[in-house]
T-cell receptor
Framework: KNEVEQSPQNLTAQEGEFITINCSYSVGISALHWLQQHPGGGIVSLFM???GKKKHGRLIATINIQEKHSSLHITASHPRDSAVYIC??????????????FGKGTLLTVNP | NAGVTQTPKFRVLKTGQSMTLLCAQDMNHEYMYWYRQDPGMGLRLIHYSVGEGTTAKGEVPDGYNVSRLKKQNFLLGLESAAPSQTSVYFCASARDLTDTQYFGPGTRLTVL
């Protein structure tokens, strides 16, 4: 069983729409990351959070530790937001906390 | 600052050939990581380093070796390439275990 599950796998939206991408995980974590990967491959870290909510421009990330769930929201989406969005978690303790465990990603396409 | 750079960007090998991928960072980061990214799977950690002169195995280390002789460089070696090693390889660096990871642009490797 994948420890990190993202939904949806693919998402197509019209420019201007509000976008939500979800991430669920099955074990205790110390932090959760959202990353963006554009066509052509480069990966950029968007957020790192362990509680509450963070906002950067049109992007908002929230996390609910009790429910083991995080969401990434994009307001007023734009074609340049088209990318793969990846959720990754750092496990809370034990021998595996040196690494991030990654979800498979959500492919977002925003049409003009 | 260049951030994290990777050399080469593309490479085609024949089965059994060897090669070295170079990752360089100019942010004075202690932690460095090598990942591979395959279709339909999340990023997976191959090897990592917590400082100059140290290396450790990740979740998929077989068939790879690494070295961190200088703090700014992390080398990934394939001694005898196999078609199963066809992938996109990403290097990342971070200030410490809990810090955001900064990714290189990736190396696309094909093994025939």
């Amino acid at each position: 069983k994948n420890e990190v599950e993202q939904s949806p796998q693919n998402l197509t939206a019209q420019e201007g729409e509000f976008i939500t991408i979800n991430c669920s995980y099955s074990v205790g974590i110390s932090a959760l990351h959202w990353l963006q990967q554009h066509p052509g491959g480069g990966i950029v870290s968007l957020f790192m959070l362990s509680s509450g909510k963070k906002k950067h421009g049109r992007l908002i990330a929230t996390i609910n530790i009790q429910e083991k769930h995080s969401s990434l929201h994009i307001t007023a989406s734009h074609p340049r937001d088209s990318a793969v969005y990846i959720c990754a978690v750092r496990l809370y303790s034990g021998g595996s906390n040196y690494k991030l465990t990654f979800g498979k990603g959500t492919l977002l396409t925003v049409n003009p | 600052n260049a951030g994290v750079t990777q050399t080469p960007k593309f490479r085609v090998l024949k089965t059994g050939q060897s090669m070295t991928l170079l990752c360089a960072q100019d942010m004075n980061h202690e932690y460095m990581y090598w990942y591979r990214q395959d279709p339909g799977m999340g990023l997976r950690l191959i090897h990592y380093s917590v400082g100059e002169g140290t290396t450790a195995k990740g979740e998929v280390p077989d068939g790879y070796n690494v070295s961190r002789l200088k703090k700014q460089n992390f080398l990934l070696g394939l001694e005898s390439a196999a078609p199963s090693q066809t992938s996109v390889y990403f290097c990342a660096s971070a200030r410490d275990l809990t810090d955001t990871q900064y990714f290189g642009p990736g190396t696309r490797l094909t093994v025939l």
